[in-house]
Every structure is written in C-alpha cells, then in structure tokens.
C-alpha cells in the first residue's frame, strides 16, 4: 500500500482526536528527544551550545499541553533512527518524513510540516532546469516519467548535492543515478549548502522548507529550480517518529499537534521560521 499524507490521517486523527477531547496524562519520566541541531529552521546549534529552532519551539509547546517533561538532544543524522529503534532516546524530531520504509521499523505522531522537494542553485551558475515551480506527484507515473526525462537531458555533466539517508537522497538514487546523474552525499545540510556556494557543486536538493531557510539568507545569490516533487518516495509530510508500538506517545504527540493546528499556534510558528505556512490542516 502506497503511503499518501491522506491516507496516514485518517489512520491517525480517530485516535489523536479521541486524546484531544480531554486532558493527557501526565509523563511519569523526563522523555528524551532526538534532533540534529543543523538543520535550519527546523532545528539549529547556537553559539552558546542551546538547540533552537521551529522543531524546538514547537516541542516545547507539545510538552506544556501534553503533560510531560522532556530533554532534547543533538545526535548526527546519519544512524538516528536506528538510535530510535535501539532505544537510545523515545523519540526523533528531526523533519523526518513518513514513508513506507520508515513506518516499517518505527511510528509517527500527525504530520507538521508538508511542502516537497526542489533543487536550489547559485544565479550566476545559469542553470535553469524545466517545470519549475511545477508540482510532480510521484504517484503519478506518466507526470514523473516526463518531468525526469526533461530533468536527465537538463542535468547530463552537472553535479547534484544531497544530504545522506533523506528522502531526497533516496528520490536521486531511484531516478537519476540510474540515467547516470552525478550525485555526491554529504552528512549534513549545512555542507551541502557550503560546497554550493563554492562552486564545488552545480545544484542541491532538499527540502522546499530547508530550501527556503538558504534562500532567506542567499536571496540575491541562489534561488530555486525544477519542478517541486510530492508523494510517493517522498512521504507524507513531517513528523516525530518513535519507538515501533509506542502509540501511546504517539498519539499525545498528535493530540498536541492537532490543538495547536486547531488554534493557529502551528500556522504562527511557521510563519515565524519559514515565512510562510508549512504546516497542514490535522
């Protein structure tokens, strides 16, 4: 079964909002959540060491409604869900996208975030790629099939940037690595974003979201091109993962989230860190 954003809600809503109805029990131990502190706006290290960040703030407003004292820590993406599945921390928030791959060792709260993925370049390399701004679902096979054949012919002798273990390193190792794309992995997005500005790499690609925290700060430099991929491999939007069985955080965590969907706070955030709403209607 393909997992879709809706399809996964309506799996999850009856029991979120079942907790949402009433006050959540109270914590009995100080949970421990996982985050990679370099991957802005999500989440972030400040000069001082604290974690920040729309994933940070957004925690801190589930734990005070949930009931439940937490501790954040910073762990390196690569090897942080199987953390989560050896029991190392309760629960991951990391923009980690529910996926089928995923949903096999571990399980989700709701969706926060939803948006796809595109490529980010610098202006003054002159790459334009086809479609862009475009909207490719990845159901849909006719639509992926055209958009990648325009998308191989505009990338032949270019080099393409990613972030390993993501969803868009798997959509470029599904896709374009076969058709003979040059795509190098870095183990964080901060590099990825670094050998672009260099010149070290001719495109990016991540996350519209994340795309969209390098734009703020590169408006005049860098932009973004190629069409904007959805579903299929790349999920069903962003959310906490935890320990496979865990529903009973899971389904705080939901509850949490569909209040602050219901009362705007969620919308308010997004607006804070990404400028624009990210977040779906839960």
Same mark, same amino acid.
């Given at each position: 079964?393909?997992?879709?954003r809706?399809?996964?809600?309506?799996?999850?809503?009856a029991?979120?909002?079942?907790?949402?109805?009433?006050?959540?029990?109270?914590?009995?131990?100080?949970?421990?959540?996982?985050?990679?502190?370099?991957y802005?706006?999500?989440?972030?290290?400040?000069?001082?060491?604290t974690?920040?960040?729309?994933?940070?703030?957004?925690l801190?407003?589930?734990?005070?409604?949930?009931?439940?004292?937490?501790?954040?820590?910073? /762990?390196?993406?690569?090897?942080?869900?199987?953390?989560?599945?050896?029991?190392?921390y309760?629960?991951? =928030?990391?923009a980690?996208? =529910?996926?089928?791959?995923r949903?096999?060792?571990?399980?989700f709260?709701?969706p926060?975030?939803?948006?796809?993925?595109?490529?980010?370049?610098?202006?003054?390399?002159?790459?334009?790629?086809?479609?862009?701004?475009?909207?490719?679902d990845?159901?849909d096979?006719a639509?992926?099939?055209?958009?990648?054949?325009?998308?191989?012919?505009a990338?032949?002798?270019?080099?393409?940037g990613?972030?390993?273990s993501?969803?868009?390193?798997?959509?470029l190792?599904?896709?374009?690595?076969?058709?003979?794309?040059?795509v190098?992995?870095?183990?964080?997005?901060?590099?990825v974003?670094?050998?672009l500005?260099?010149?070290?790499?001719d495109?990016?690609m991540?996350?519209?979201?994340? =795309?969209?925290?390098?734009?703020?700060?590169?408006a005049?430099t860098a932009m973004?091109?190629?069409?904007?991929?959805?579903?299929?491999?790349?999920?069903?939007?962003?959310a906490?993962?935890?320990?496979?069985?865990?529903?009973?955080?899971?389904d705080?965590?939901s509850?949490?989230?569909?209040?602050?969907?219901?009362?705007?706070?969620?919308e308010?955030?997004? /607006?804070?860190?990404?400028?624009?709403?990210?977040?779906?209607?839960?």
């Amino acid at each position: 079964m393909n997992i879709t954003r809706s399809t996964f809600l309506r799996t999850s809503l009856a029991a979120a909002a079942a907790l949402a109805a009433g006050p959540v029990l109270a914590q009995s131990k100080k949970l421990v959540f996982a985050t990679e502190g370099a991957y802005p706006p999500f989440n972030m290290t400040r000069p001082d060491g604290t974690l920040d960040g729309f994933e940070l703030e957004m925690l801190a407003e589930i734990a005070k409604r949930a009931g439940f004292d937490y501790e954040p820590i910073s /762990q390196a993406w690569d090897g942080m869900i199987q953390g989560l599945v050896d029991g190392k921390y309760d629960a991951v =928030i990391d923009a980690v996208t =529910i996926t089928e791959k995923r949903l096999a060792v571990v399980d989700f709260s709701l969706p926060y975030t939803t948006g796809g993925s595109t490529f980010a370049v610098m202006k003054e390399a002159g790459i334009e790629l086809p479609e862009s701004g475009v909207s490719v679902d990845l159901d849909d096979a006719a639509t992926t099939d055209a958009a990648i054949t325009a998308l191989v012919a505009a990338l032949e002798g270019k080099t393409v940037g990613v972030q390993v273990s993501t969803i868009q390193s798997d959509f470029l190792d599904k896709y374009l690595v076969p058709k003979g794309i040059t795509v190098r992995s870095y183990q964080n997005g901060p590099d990825v974003y670094q050998d672009l500005m260099n010149g070290r790499l001719d495109l990016a690609m991540a996350a519209v979201t994340n =795309i969209a925290a390098f734009l703020q700060k590169n408006a005049e430099t860098a932009m973004t091109t190629g069409p904007n991929f959805k579903g299929g491999i790349m999920g069903a939007g962003a959310a906490i993962a935890v320990q496979k069985g865990n529903q009973e955080l899971a389904d705080k965590l939901s509850a949490a989230l569909k209040s602050m969907s219901d009362d705007g706070t969620l919308e308010t955030m997004s /607006q804070k860190w990404f400028g624009l709403n990210v977040t779906p209607k839960l």
